[in-house]
């Protein structure tokens, strides 16, 4: 495991998801909100960027979930995280499901600095709140996208009701998570996104909210982003 004084990453934050990498595919599992969220978040990328034959990085893609969503929409995808059982996960799947995804271990700071301006769209979903510096991320993953590229980000909002739903909620009332996924003082508020990514120069140009409905268990996009929310930026 990288050391945290060298690269933007939290071990604790690391060991989170490794601990339970080996069950990464399962549906039913602690990833299932992952699996659930993804052919809304997949379907929003692919709206906004055509994936067909774009070349794709996925910033922190634990057991590849979006990654071979991606695939399967046509993108030439590679995948990074910093987490070997989650990367072993994402390479068994992808081998089983004939696939062809390059997955790598490597901080996306260290990816932009040896290949920027590389790829057509960068996206970087739910990682942004489990990292010490979060601009230095978004600054990477505008830094490795090419001129005109897409940057597609998805967090979770510093709010009451964010609190009230994405911990207490998803960990404590309905199990959907493990209790400690989450710490809410690294929630990121849209305002914070907005400066960081204008500082990176990335122009912000859509963000939405994306809703759960605790009775259908299902996610839809809305208007409201207090809690969930995606953000697609372009990079001039």
């Given at each position: 495991?990288?050391a945290k004084s060298k690269v933007n990453a939290d071990s ?145 909002n510093r709010s009451p009701k964010s609190f009230l739903f ?10 959907m998570l493990p209790k400690g996924t989450h710490e809410y ?52």
């Amino acid at each position: 495991m990288h050391a945290k004084s060298k690269v933007n990453a939290d071990s604790t934050e690391l060991a989170k998801f490794e601990r339970n990498a080996h069950r990464w595919w399962d549906t039913q599992g602690e990833f299932k909100p992952l699996h659930d969220i993804n052919p809304l978040r997949l379907d929003y990328i692919d709206r906004r960027a055509r994936l067909k034959g774009k070349q794709v990085l996925d910033v922190g893609c634990g057991g590849g979930i979006l990654a071979e969503g991606m695939t399967r929409k046509g993108a030439r995808v590679t995948g990074i995280d910093l987490g070997d059982a989650a990367l072993t996960a994402a390479r068994s799947h992808a081998t089983e499901s004939g696939l062809a995804i390059e997955y790598r271990n490597i901080p996306v700071e260290e990816l932009a600095a040896a290949q920027p301006g590389s790829f057509d769209v960068v996206t970087c979903m739910e990682m942004l709140e489990h990292v010490p510096d979060p601009a230095t991320a978004i600054f990477a993953c505008t830094r490795v996208a090419k001129p005109g590229g897409h940057v597609f980000f998805s967090t979770i909002n510093r709010s009451p009701k964010s609190f009230l739903f994405a911990i207490l909620g998803a960990e404590y009332v309905l199990d959907m998570l493990p209790k400690g996924t989450h710490e809410y003082a690294r929630f990121i508020r849209p305002a914070e996104l907005a400066r960081w990514a204008r500082d990176a120069r990335l122009d912000l140009v859509h963000i939405a909210g994306m809703s759960y409905n605790f009775i259908t268990r299902s996610y839809k996009l809305t208007g409201d982003v207090t809690v969930n929310y995606l953000a697609h930026a372009v990079k001039g």
